[in-house]
T-cell receptor
């Protein structure tokens, strides 16, 4: 049961333009939403997160928007740079007695072309 | 460098065999998580340990088992291997079960190829 879905396996954007990566989820009990970035031959690294009580979080060139009514979040990268080319995973977490359990989407491969 | 160490980085074995993947978490992290990433799949949660005890189970097969030792390192044991077990296996660690947001720190992964 895929609770976090990234419906676009890949995205190509020109350098300097905006990259928009989308993510949908099904469980309304999620507390936090996170984006991870993964380069080949490396593990995923945390990029940015947003609490379920907020609708926007910004960190430099990266902004995450959350639309709870639509169960949708997006990651905006402005301006996009070639070094941003990577696979981006959307994840959602929910607190339980075990701590947080992260549910990941399948990832979107972003290619930023010069 | 996330501070999470996984060995081996690459492993090639045959069907029916058994392998052990090892993970050392970041210093001070008590929680260890194992994830599997197969071709065209996202990161599938397998199992979580907290301070030596199993805390949560995901889509982990009965042929797979894990444990966390007193020094907090963890091992994932995969037995009776099948071709479909070929995947990247990631270990992640966190502070006290995810800190404030669930942020995890991932190792570089162990790539298992079953022939």
């Amino acid at each position: 049961d895929q609770q976090v879905k990234q419906n676009s396996p890949s995205l190509s954007v020109q350098e300097g333009r905006i990259s928009i990566l989308n993510c949908d989820y099904t469980n309304s009990m999620f507390d936090y939403f996170l984006w991870y970035k993964k380069y080949p031959a490396e593990g995923p690294t945390f990029l940015i997160s947003i609490s379920s009580i907020k609708d926007k979080n910004e960190d430099g060139r990266f902004t995450v928007f959350l639309n709870k009514s639509a169960k949708h979040l997006s990651l905006h990268i402005v301006p996009s740079q070639p070094g941003d080319s990577a696979v981006y995973f959307c994840a959602a977490s929910r607190y339980s007695n075990s701590g947080y359990a992260l549910n990941f989407g399948k990832g979107t491969s972003l290619l930023v072309t010069p | 460098d996330s501070g999470v160490t996984q060995t081996p980085k690459h492993l090639i074995t045959a069907t029916g065999q058994r392998v052990t993947l090892r993970c050392s978490p970041r210093s001070g992290d008590l929680s260890v998580y194992w994830y599997q990433q197969s071709l065209d799949q996202g990161l599938q949660f397998l199992i979580q340990y907290y301070n030596g005890e199993e805390r949560a189970k995901g889509n982990i097969l009965e042929r797979f088992s894990a444990q966390q030792f007193p020094d907090l390192h963890s091992e994932l044991n995969l037995s009776s291997l099948e071709l479909g077990d070929s995947a990247l296996y990631f270990c992640a660690s966190s502070v006290r079960g995810g800190g404030n947001t669930g942020e995890l720190f991932f190792g570089e992964g162990s790539r298992l190829t079953v022939l």
